[in-house]
């Protein structure tokens, strides 16, 4: 069966917002050395700011992927905005645990590509932890290329 994206509904995003939320602040924990209130507390604020109408988000294109009637995973792209007029931007993209290892993230940024593309957008871009060697990977194998990096390095302060 083929791989689709459809709408999220209100009830899907209030059902994975939790992850979502647990996800990015034990990812920021990791690999921005915030402390776990901290993050947690940046999670909400930028999730809460970047979908203030929730699914109803003007410009926010928040998709289920299914495999027939199987909820495989999910991406949340939003369209270009003032600030940066030609891209648009991979938010989010989870394959749900149990369905990993079998293309659908692939797939669904093909298909978010090919609903831009009707939408005149000429850019894709997002953010990857340079830890997620699978996502990197996946990403470079879809032609994206690196545009910017950052680097970070921990120091001990003195006691």
Known sequence: MELTLTPMTAPELARLLGSLEQAYAEDLVAHRGMTPEAARERTVTQIA???PAGVDT???LLRMARVGDTE???IWVTV???AAPNQA???NIEV???HRGRGYARRMVQLIEAEL???GVPELGLNVFGTNTVALGLYRSLGFEVTSQQMAKR?????
Do not use: D, F, K, R
């Open 72 to 74: 495989v995973g999910w």
């Open 89 to 91: 931007w991979i938010h």
């Open 49 to 51: 700011e970047s979908l």
């Open 96 to 98: 749900h645990e149990e």
């Open 117 to 119: 593309a009707q939408l």
């Open 58 to 60: 003007e410009g926010a």
């Open 80 to 82: 270009p905005t003032a």
């Open 155 to 159: 120091i001990t302060p003195a006691v």
